[in-house]
């Protein structure tokens, strides 16, 4: 059974650029939460996504967006870019929202700005 | 709000000793909590989940941990590291939020193995 899959692996942006990063969740997942990592303030929560709804969102200004599309595959949007936006960029997909279950994680998208 | 504490910013071991990882959570109810490994430039894999039930958990590695609800600790151990092993280690715990659940980390333990 295939992993969690980010691409790119690697991304260099401008300041005040846009950028999108894929995931694609592990067969059967329909459950896609964002992480972002940064050695200031660790592992962060973005978002999370089910059934193309985005049921839960953490501290992050509106730049930061994502969707999910019918196949479960989902896409963060990073607006305006910012120099303290570069960190790595993690994907986790479950098999469900309801009872909790283990998160896989990606192995995530790392994202410069210069 | 739920949290997660490891102490322990940085640990040393000598390869073929043993190891133990703390971390601590703050939680009312019974939590679910997991052990990540992160090796430098990936994303993180899965050691181990406690959900209930048996207070000791093994995971992948040869790793266990130990949920102890009087001292809200879930520690991990190992009883002879690997050179392989060196990496950076994080707890979570799921936690409960207006609309759904989340993983909140805490801030990682870096092991170093000594050869």
């Known amino acids: 059974k295939a992993g969690v899959t980010q691409t790119p692996r690697y991304l260099i942006k401008t300041r005040g650029q846009q950028v999108t990063l894929s995931c694609s969740p592990i067969?059967?997942?329909?459950?896609v939460s964002w992480y972002q990592q940064t050695p200031g303030q660790g592992l962060q929560f973005l978002f999370e996504y089910f059934s193309e709804t985005q049921r839960n969102k953490g501290n992050f200004p509106g730049r930061f967006s994502g969707r999910q599309f019918s196949n479960s595959r989902s896409e963060m949007n990073v607006s305006t870019l910012e120099l303290g936006d570069s960190a790595l960029y993690l994907c986790a997909s479950r098999s469900s929202t309801g009872r909790w279950t283990e998160a896989f994680f990606g192995q995530g998208t790392r994202l410069t700005v210069v | 709000a739920q949290s997660v504490t490891q102490p322990d910013i940085h640990i040393t071991v000598s390869e073929g000793a043993s190891l133990e990882l703390r971390c601590n959570y703050s939680y009312g109810a019974t939590p679910y909590l997991f052990w990540y490994v992160q090796s430098p430039g990936q994303g993180l894999q899965l050691l181990l989940k406690y959900f209930s039930g048996d207070t000791l958990v093994q995971g992948i590695k040869g790793f266990e941990a130990e949920f102890k609800r009087s001292q809200s600790s879930f520690n991990l151990r190992k009883p002879s590291v690997h050179w392989s092993d060196a990496a950076e280690y994080f707890c979570a715990v799921v936690t409960l939020t207006g609309g759904g659940n989340k993983l909140t980390f805490g801030t990682g333990t870096q092991l170093k193995v000594e050869l």
């Open positions: 067969s059967g997942h329909r459950s």
